[in-house]
């Protein structure tokens, strides 16, 4: 179902598509992705017309209004290089989403072709690029949360094989790891009961792990969860995959922490 | 801001209810995976296998519809079509009355359901019963069946017991064994009364006429041991080419809906009892019901034809797990009843359009489902339907400022810094529906729009822009 047939990585110049979330609350998860893929020698670009991948009106079934920003994406991150992003639904609207929107638009292979070269940023470090283990050291004990458009994808083995060979990470395992947090994008706020009682479920399920922290590939999944948390009065701890690679780095000095903004 | 009506269902459920589903789908999906797993190297290429048998045959029906029909002629069996609801009930009343039947044994058919079969019977003097435990016990409260395989996930025993001494089954007794000795001897007595069965099926073999009923209670077997006339109700859907096919469909149907290798009961019937047997029917009717199946082979939402009713998709689906199935006001409830129920509303379909949206994308459906149904793709296209439609979607965000927004890089970075209000705005002040719904249960983060930005331009030349 999903169109995961990738353009094989030759160089290492890369396209960075930050994501919504990122430009708008979630900064150092992109400053972090910079410094990862920097540090495994790729050759960052940033775009600087990029805006959204379109999922919201995607997913909200306003497809016309979701294609509008398809097309801008598809011209703003024009080329040959893999585009990483730092996050599994962003991708996965790329490679799968947009493809689906776009079947009976005279653009679609332009489309498809912005689909075969986005990757979600563990899925690029593994499997485009072939990094097996991740060098640093992060003594904590995590509970990674994979994201549903993930599923079936090789996120979320990549993000996981990465994490486990960090020195002094242990992976934390949790109850029903299949089920959804909740989030769901508009779903969200549409169905706001419903997605609250899926994301409790989820914080329960972790916080019986007792992880020190909650490591996902998306952001959404952790605004969501940290937020319920919060909300509730009982804190969590959140990071992102990228920030968890980058502070393994760092932590062994292995990378000199950067000017922050 | 506005909800959605299963969001709203979901929020007044029991605290019982909702537990007995969740246990219920829980315990089904956790035993379905391990069974499946432990038995298959590799379960996800059967699925797949079998989506594409089934997906072959919805796509060629106009060759093994009459295939069919002249195999089952060719075994004896009488075949009727009928294009909607109201036709298929027609059928077998003409049929029931032809031989002068007024009682009528019902094994578990969701085609019957779906075209409301039993009242119909009622209203023209058939009395009708059901013969499944779970649909017994639906039919005898006037409730409706929340779940495609366990009909009454929504109650407890408690509920039961109640109930069978409501309606004169015996005093109050919770004791399962007890409720179940009950129902069968009640059930035993209908069976020897009735005049005619009627059945579903859940697959019809296009090269033999073969036609597969499964049960875990044996009663479809009682109701063709017992009577002489048998009236089986199917979906178009339903056949499959070869019975070689029956190994792979069977293996998925029993692990996949009930964590069984096979269900306790499988039987196959060829056509109406030979000379040489000495019970069962001696008149065999097959009633083929289209009712919209055809409108939904005509979009794009075909693939959902490719069902077999095995409520996996149900089991694993949070939604489903927090609304249970009368939240879906239809049949046919949960991820696979959210594409079908609206397709097969026809041109009201805006009374169910509500449906797809009651999920959150997250594809668990798909990843169970034994004829791997792309079920979140289907949900989209219906909510693009829906939206083409002008349906009203409450609670729903409009996006066209968004998309504005989203396709022109100044706009977008005006909104980047602009957005920073929110961060001092109390929740009742922001200007925005979406993220006012977002705080009555999460706290937002720390609007930092175009911090990123500030910090790629004072680093030395290192990222290109």
Redo the contacts between chains.
Sequence with gaps: ?LNTERKPITGKRVQLM?T?L??????DV??AT?EVL?HVGC??????????C?Q????????P??R??V??TVQ?FAGDDPVIVPSGSCAAMLFH?AV??FEKEADLPAVESLGRRAWELGDFLVNGLGVRTWPGRYPASVALHRS??T??TASSPAAALLLQSIEGLRLAEFG?G???C?????????????????GD?KLEHMRAAKPDVVVSGDMSCL??L???A??EGSPIRTLHLAQVLRDALLNAGLLAR???? | MATQPIDQHAAHLDASTRAAVYDGTKSSHEKRTKLLFDHYADPDRLRELAGEIKQHVIENLDTYLPAVEAKLKQNGVQVHWASTAESACEAVLRILRARGATKVVKSKTMVSEEIELSEFLEKNGVESVETDLGEFIVQIDHDHPSHIVKPIIHKNRRQIAQSFEDHGLGAYDDEPEVITRRARHYLRHKYLAADAAVTGANFLVAESGRMVLVTNEGNSRFCLAATRCHIALIGIEKILPRDTDLALLLNLLGRSGTAQQLTVYTEFIQGPRLAAQPDGPDEMHVVFVDNRRTDVLATECRDILRCIRCGACLNVCPVYRQAGGHAYRSVYPGPVGAVLSPLLMGKRFPEKADLPKASSLCGACNEVCPVNIPIPDLLLRLRDKAKQEHVPSPGTPPMAVWALLASQPTAWKAALAGGRLINFLPTKLIPVPALRAWEQSRTLPQWRGGEFRKWLKQRPNKTES
């Design positions: 179902m930050a919504c990122c430009d708008a609350f979630y900064d992109a400053v910079v920097e050759t960052v670009a940033f775009p600087m017309g990029q805006t959204c379109g919201p009106a995607f997913n909200g079934g306003d497809w209004a979701s509008k920003v097309r801008h703003t989403g689906l929107e549903c458009h599923r079936g029903e299949e089920q959804c909740g989030f769901g994008g508009t779903f969200s706020v549409s169905f706001p009961h419903i997605s609250a009682a899926m479920l605004m969501h940290g937020g319920l919060e909300k950067s000017k922050s903004a």
